[in-house]
């Protein structure tokens, strides 16, 4: 096989990696948008139940206990609405980068805010091809918002 045919069969599987990751991530949006995350009390009362399951002396306990539940509607409006931007960014390969980005921020703020799983941090740098190469410009609109605007940092 060629250098160029696996190049493009590389590309095809980032690609289609991209797009995994968009469907995850648009699907865990849906699922807090029905949960009524934003207009409820639904994530303060996760965070009271993820306080009793974890060391009372970890930085996920502090995080919860001093920020986490005195903000949960500031922080479920940010979870809410990331999951469904970087979910479509991701999608549509607009911003793509900067989705990416805000992908691999969100999994490492969830470990880092008591829902540690060693899965998190593999998954966060799943993210990683999408913010070194520009995914959106094989395929999506960031070619396009580039040709436009060649100055702008959030096409390229």
């Given at each position: 096989?060629n250098a160029?045919?696996?190049?493009?069969?590389?590309r095809?599987?980032?690609?289609?990696?991209?797009?995994?990751?968009?469907?995850?991530f648009?699907?865990?949006?849906?699922?807090?948008?029905?949960?009524?995350?934003i207009?409820?009390?639904r994530?303060?009362?996760i965070?009271?139940?993820?306080?009793?399951?974890?060391?009372p002396?970890?930085f996920g306990?502090?995080f919860?206990?001093?920020?986490?539940?005195?903000?949960?509607?500031?922080?479920?409006?940010?979870?809410?609405?990331g999951?469904?931007?970087?979910g479509?960014g991701l999608?549509?390969?607009?911003?793509?980068?900067?989705?990416?980005?805000?992908a691999?921020?969100?999994?490492?703020?969830?470990?880092?805010?008591g829902y540690?799983?060693?899965?998190?941090?593999?998954l966060?740098?799943m993210?990683?091809?999408?913010v070194?190469?520009?995914?959106?410009?094989w395929?999506?609109?960031?070619?396009?918002?580039?040709?436009?605007?060649?100055?702008?940092?959030?096409?390229?």
């Amino acid at each position: 096989m060629n250098a160029r045919k696996r190049l493009g069969a590389g590309r095809v599987a980032v690609l289609a990696l991209r797009y995994l990751l968009a469907l995850f991530f648009l699907s865990a949006a849906a699922n807090k948008w029905k949960q009524h995350y934003i207009s409820s009390d639904r994530l303060s009362r996760i965070f009271a139940e993820r306080l009793e399951e974890i060391d009372p002396e970890s930085f996920g306990a502090w995080f919860i206990e001093h920020i986490g539940l005195p903000h949960y509607q500031p922080l479920a409006w940010m979870v809410c609405w990331g999951e469904t931007f970087i979910g479509l960014g991701l999608l549509f390969g607009f911003m793509t980068r900067g989705a990416a980005a805000g992908a691999m921020l969100m999994m490492f703020s969830f470990a880092i805010g008591g829902y540690y799983d060693a899965s998190l941090i593999a998954l966060a740098l799943m993210f990683s091809p999408f913010v070194i190469w520009p995914t959106g410009h094989w395929h999506g609109l960031d070619a396009r918002m580039h040709a436009r605007y060649p100055q702008s940092w959030l096409f390229r």
